[in-house]
């Protein structure tokens, strides 16, 4: 389950391993063409799922409540707020950097998630920061694109 949590050792990085894995994330989405909704909802369930049962094992193997090297929960996180947003370099760029931040300061109930015991509060609080990345990001968007064809008449 090493390969797992560790995300094929990426974990293991000894500066940001977190951002290292979440931009190891957005180059591997890049590479492959959008998917359909119905694929990236399996695709993070899938995540997700595998994420909390290796992390949970990570736990009590290393007997840390929030192991360092523990980065699956980046790529969980990372993928919701990818699948959100477009599907073009600025929206993965914009993905990256909102997710970053979101799991990094953890604001509002996003530290509350991590306080969850085991697997589940490691990748609970990724998985909202995703989220909440993924919808700022969309508002961006929306703001961006009406303020760019926001055409006055007088």
């Not at 989220?131 to 700022?136: K, Y």
């Amino acid at each position: 389950m090493k390969w797992v949590y560790t995300v094929f050792g990426l974990g293991y990085f000894p500066y940001g391993p977190g951002t290292i894995t979440s931009l190891a994330t957005v180059v591997v989405w890049a590479l492959f063409p959008s998917p359909a909704f119905t694929t990236k909802i399996l695709l993070i369930l899938v995540i997700v799922l595998l994420g909390l049962f290796a992390s949970h094992k990570a736990v009590a193997e290393l007997s840390d409540p929030d192991p360092s090297c523990v980065v699956i929960d980046e790529v969980a996180g990372q993928l919701v707020a990818l699948s959100i947003l477009p599907h073009t370099p600025s929206g993965m760029m914009l993905a990256f950097f909102l997710f970053r931040v979101f799991d990094i300061k953890k604001p509002w109930i996003i530290a509350d998630l991590e306080r969850l015991p085991g697997g589940l509060g490691i990748m609970a609080d990724d998985v909202l920061a995703g989220l909440v990345a993924g919808l700022l990001g969309q508002l961006i968007f929306i703001g961006l694109n009406a303020g760019a064809s926001f055409q006055p008449h007088f």
